[in-house]
């Protein structure tokens, strides 16, 4: 009786190691079938597939999830990647992507949010920065206007590095000057820039007026200064 069921231990052992061996094989010899791909925008699905190297569709449980995200990851745009990977052959790639912010003319690059500066002739809804900003202030330009909604950035034609200056004294050196695609001119600096957030409203509250706005103060009320014909 002893010696039956020790036999039977045995097999059944044997029979778990053999399941856990079919299991390996199937998954290391399992083809990538489809490959799923979430969040991305302005890098084509395409772009992801070669910079990962899967064009090939290639062994799924071969491709270290790790090695993936860095190859993805030397894509400009991408900000984050997660990937799964499923048993019957699936691989989910999801994306976080950094958004254009704007375009360069003294260097001729793109800025994205993520601060990369890529070459790019896709320029649509994005601001053009015409002079020259000191290292200190573009960091954090570029960190403030990632905080600024994407429908107020598309609102943005120009933006200008113009500190204030009263008698050759500077007053407020972080201040910018920009120009608005619907006609408007808004004066705004680095502490304040969160204000802008709010010109869809401020702009409906004009009601057809066109003119300068001050939105570089502390002060909670809105400055406004109507353009003078001619």
Same mark, same amino acid.
């Given at each position: ?106 260097? +001729?690059?793109? &800025?994205? *949010?993520?601060?990369? @500066? %890529? =070459? ?7 601001? $053009?920065? #015409? ?17 600024? +909604?994407?429908? &107020?950035? *598309?609102?943005?034609? @120009? %933006? =200008? ?7 050759? $004294?500077? #007053? ?27 010109? %869809? =409203? ?29």
């Amino acid at each position: 009786m002893k010696r039956k069921l020790k036999w039977k231990t045995i097999l059944k052992f044997f029979c778990f190691l053999l399941f856990l061996f079919l299991i390996f094989f199937y998954l290391w010899n399992l083809k990538i079938n489809h490959i799923l791909i979430t969040g991305n925008s302005y890098v084509t699905d395409n772009d992801i597939i070669v910079a990962a190297g899967l064009k090939n569709y290639p062994y799924l449980f071969r491709e270290k999830t790790s090695d993936l995200k860095d190859k993805i990851m030397s894509i400009p745009y991408v900000n984050s990647v997660e990937i799964h990977k499923g048993i019957l052959g699936t691989i989910q790639i999801e994306i976080d992507e950094s958004l254009p912010l704007f375009y360069n003319r003294n260097n +001729n690059k793109l &800025v994205l *949010t993520n601060k990369k @500066e %890529i =070459e790019s002739n896709n320029l649509d809804g994005v601001p $053009v920065l #015409i002079n020259y900003v000191p290292d200190s202030y573009y960091t954090k330009l570029i960190e403030k206007l990632s905080q600024i +909604n994407r429908d &107020v950035i *598309t609102l943005i034609s @120009e %933006i =200008e590095y113009q500190p204030w200056t009263s008698n050759d $004294v500077v #007053i407020d050196d972080e201040r910018f000057f920009l120009r608005m695609s619907d006609g408007n001119s808004v004066y705004t600096n680095l502490l304040h820039m969160d204000k802008l957030n709010n010109y %869809i =409203e401020i702009y409906a509250s004009l009601e057809g007026k066109l003119g300068t706005l001050y939105l570089d103060s502390s002060s909670d009320k809105i400055s406004f200064s109507e353009y003078t014909n001619g």
